[in-house]
């Protein structure tokens, strides 16, 4: 079956540049949703988005910026990127806002490494 | 407030049970959830349960809810060594989509 797919996998940028990350959500499902996980912590959620709109807002930092398109795939755009930056970004997607099926599946996730 | 709760370390022999608990504080929570984490790799979903179930069994994997202690917990029987990798229980906070991991509990079995 078809999953959460995120690109790219690996990312290594050096502060003060700027990276997109890719999510494409597994077919037919319409709501995505951001979290970063830094060494040995647990995932803290950013941003979500239901059929295009945002859903709800976590402790995404100012620099950065996130969409949801048409296809309904998802991009993080971040920004001056600094060295508290480096973690794993998960996108997840489920069907319907919110948690009407339960089902609430991961990707396998982005390492950004800022040097 | 939004806080979920797990013990950090768990070591068993193959073959054992291993028991992984946690609390939670949202008592309006529609699902709980529990996802599974190796090293390196994505958040696998293990399972899920609704929160008007008591308990819910699927293949070697058993979740228990009790909802006035608001306690959690996931089973594993005759643990193996693929299943070593740290196991996360994760609440919704809202209906909006932020999911509220525990730290993870890191499961260790020893052949």
């Known amino acids: 079956a078809a999953g959460v797919i995120q690109s790219p996998r690996h990312l290594i940028k050096e502060k003060r540049e700027t990276a997109t990350l890719k999510c494409y959500p597994i077919?037919?499902?319409?709501?995505v949703y951001w979290y970063q996980q830094g060494p040995g912590q647990d995932p803290q959620f950013l941003i979500s988005?239901?059929?295009?709109?945002?859903?709800d807002k976590g402790s995404i930092p100012d620099r950065f910026s996130a969409q949801q398109f048409s296809d309904y795939h998802s991009e993080l755009n971040m920004s001056s990127l600094e060295l508290g930056d480096s973690a794993l970004y998960f996108c997840?997607?489920?069907?319907?806002?919110?948690?009407?099926?339960?089902?609430?599946?991961f990707g396998e996730g982005s390492r950004l490494t800022v040097l | 407030g939004e806080d979920v709760e797990q013990s950090l370390f768990l070591s068993v022999r193959e073959g054992d049970s291993s028991v992984i608990n946690c609390t939670y504080t949202?008592?309006?929570?529609?699902?709980l959830y529990w996802y599974k984490q190796e090293p390196g790799a994505g958040l696998q979903l293990l399972t899920y349960i609704f929160s008007n179930m008591d308990m819910k069994q699927d293949q070697r994997l058993t979740v228990l809810l009790n909802k006035k202690d608001k306690h959690l917990s996931l089973r594993i029987a005759d643990t193996q060594t693929g299943d070593s990798a740290i196991y996360f229980c994760a609440e919704p906070y809202n209906q909006g989509g932020k999911l509220i991991f525990g730290q993870g509990t890191e499961l260790s079995v020893k052949p």
């Open positions: 988005f239901y059929e295009k709109m945002q859903s």
């Open positions: 077919p037919r499902h319409d709501t």
């Open positions: 997840a997607s489920s069907l319907g806002g919110g948690f009407s099926t339960g089902e609430l599946f």
């Open positions: 949202d008592s309006s929570s529609t699902y």
